[in-house]
T-cell receptor
Framework: GIQVEQSPPDLILQEGANSTLRCNFS?????LQWFHQNPWGQLINLFYIPSGTKQNGRLSATTVATERYSLLYISSSQTTDSGVYFCAGGQAGSARQLTFGSGTQLTVLP | NAGVTQTPKFRILKIGQSMTLQCAQDMNHNYMYWYRQDPGMGLKLIYYSVGAGITDKGEVPNGYNVSRSTTEDFPLRLELAAPSQTSVYFC???????????FGDGTRLSIL
C-alpha cells in the first residue's frame, strides 16, 4: 500500500499567524482528504481534494496530484484551530480504503 | 455527529471478554468503515462495507468481525478481547468511495 508522510509533526503558532502543512504520498492517489481532530478527539472532514485547490473560510488546500503532495493552509490562526491535522489518501482500484498519515499536532497560543 | 452515532462512548473489558461496538448512520449512505486509532498515531482501517450484506477486510482485521444486515447499522464485534485491542474506535460513512468520509465521535475501549 501507499505511504503517507506529513510534515511538520508538531507546530506551535501565535494566534493570528499563518501556517502550511504538507502531505506527501509514495504513489499516486485519486482520493485525498484532510481531517481535523480537535482536542476532544472528534474527527472533522475539512476537504475532499484529489486535485486542484479548494477554500473554506480561513482554510484552503491544494493538491498537486502529478507530484504526489498536498498542502493545507491555515490563515489568521485561532486557538480553536488547535488539534491534530491528518491527511489520508486512497488509490484507484482501492479507493474505498484510505491510508492515514501520522498527523501534524498544531497548537495555537493566545 | 455528522449523521453517525457510536455506542458506547467508553468501555472497559477484561481479557477474553467479548463485546459489540455499535455504529448507526441516518444518511442512507452505502459506504461504512471501522477504524482504530492508537495513542499518537493515525487511523488504521479494520473493516469496511460497500452496502448491506457486503463487507471486506481492511489493514488490521485480525481479532474483529463485522456484519451489515441493513444500510443503517454496521456493528463491530470483538470476540476474545486482548490488551493489544485497547484503542479508540471510529466508525465513518460516505456516500460513495470517492466522497468525503464523515466520522462518529468514537468509542474509547480499554482491555485490562
Amino acid at each position: 500500500g501507499i505511504q503517507v508522510e506529513q510534515s511538520p509533526p508538531d507546530l506551535i503558532l501565535q494566534e493570528g499567524a499563518n501556517s502550511t502543512l504538507r502531505c506527501n504520498f509514495s504513489d499516486s492517489v485519486n482520493n485525498l482528504q484532510w481531517f481535523h481532530q480537535n482536542p476532544w478527539g472528534q474527527l472533522i472532514n475539512l476537504f475532499y481534494i484529489p486535485s486542484g485547490t479548494k477554500q473554506n473560510g480561513r482554510l484552503s488546500a491544494t493538491t498537486v496530484a502529478t507530484e504526489r503532495y498536498s498542502l493545507l493552509y491555515i490563515s489568521s490562526s485561532q486557538t480553536t484551530d488547535s488539534g491534530v491535522y491528518f491527511c489520508a489518501g486512497g488509490q484507484a482500484g482501492s479507493a474505498r480504503q484510505l491510508t492515514f498519515g501520522s498527523g501534524t499536532q498544531l497548537t495555537v497560543l493566545p | 455527529n455528522a449523521g453517525v452515532t457510536q455506542t458506547p462512548k467508553f468501555r472497559i473489558l477484561k481479557i477474553g471478554q467479548s463485546m459489540t461496538l455499535q455504529c448507526a448512520q441516518d444518511m442512507n449512505h452505502n459506504y461504512m468503515y471501522w477504524y482504530r486509532q492508537d495513542p499518537g498515531m493515525g487511523l488504521k482501517l479494520i473493516y469496511y462495507s460497500v452496502g448491506a450484506g457486503i463487507t471486506d477486510k481492511g489493514e488490521v482485521p485480525n481479532g474483529y468481525n463485522v456484519s451489515r444486515s441493513t444500510t443503517e447499522d454496521f456493528p463491530l464485534r470483538l470476540e476474545l478481547a486482548a490488551p493489544s485491542q485497547t484503542s479508540v474506535y471510529f466508525c465513518a460513512h460516505a456516500a460513495w468511495s470517492n466522497q468525503p468520509q464523515h466520522f462518529g465521535d468514537g468509542t474509547r475501549l480499554s482491555i485490562l
